[in-house]
């Protein structure tokens, strides 16, 4: 039998904004195993530049003062590039190309192509088997954008640039997913779901949801950080980067399909129902 682990582990979530926008924040949870109790015990907002200080730095130092105990570092933008911008064989086009994750890509724009046409097409130096899979294999379709999308290219950069001095376990996390399946599971409409992000309504969908992660004893919130997050989406994500890490160390977030590409990157969320009373008292 497994003997019960005494120590404090961390969580990290880390929400990266623009490199201009200076919207960057990290969360730091902690889960007690003795007490059954999730804690956030930190919230660094707006992490950014000053005069001799880059905001990639200071991220860099937070993570290394934060480094005792941590299982995951979740991260909320894709830290691996297309598998055919790394690919080292001579290309013969991805219309004659054999890598798996190349078959596994005509097979889903096939498959859709007999439901419906025209399918806009798939383009593998862009973009991953999960993105396409999560926009039609769940119970909502959730469309991300492309790995290298024109949004999305200078995130991945630097989420790359941040993440090459680090040692620990890195996880990618798509919040709005985590938020969606989170917040389901707790028997919330999916109307005060889909609009955390929204500038309008979107602090009273944060409200709710931090409220009833309270309410059910899931999890601990100092008021002010409460309050920050609720103001602050980007504090709110990092929050939701982290507890999908927990969920992912007590075995409760979804694992690559059986078929997946073997080398392709996934995106952790957790499963459909979760069962947070079990889960809490489960030892990591």
Known sequence: MKKPISKVVKFLGLSLGGGKQDKACLSVMEYYPEQKRIFL??????IKND??????????????????????????????????LECQLKCPGYENCTEPHIEWMWQHYESLNVKKRPRRFFTPYTQRCVEMHLATELEES???PHLLGSNSAPLVARAR???RRSQRPVI????????????RSLGIRPSQLRF??????????RRLILNTLGEHNIAFLYEQDRKLMIENNHAFESFICAMTGFLKAKGYTEKKPSHFPEKESWIEFPVAKIP?????NKNI
């Open 51 to 84: 005069e001799s200080t880059s905001a990639d730095s200071k991220i860099h130092e937070l993570l290394q003062l934060d480094n005792a105990n941590v299982d995951f570092l979740a991260i909320d933008v894709p830290a691996q590039l297309p598998l055919c």
């Open 161 to 163: 640039f941040i993440l």
């Open 142 to 144: 959730f469309l991300l």
């Open 172 to 183: 990618e996390v798509n919040p709005k997913l985590s938020v969606w399946r989170i917040g």
């Open 41 to 46: 015990s930190k919230i660094v907002e707006k």
């Open 196 to 205: 955390h992000r929204h500038s309008v309504g979107g602090d009273e969908s």
């Open 276 to 280: 947070w009373t079990k889960i809490l």
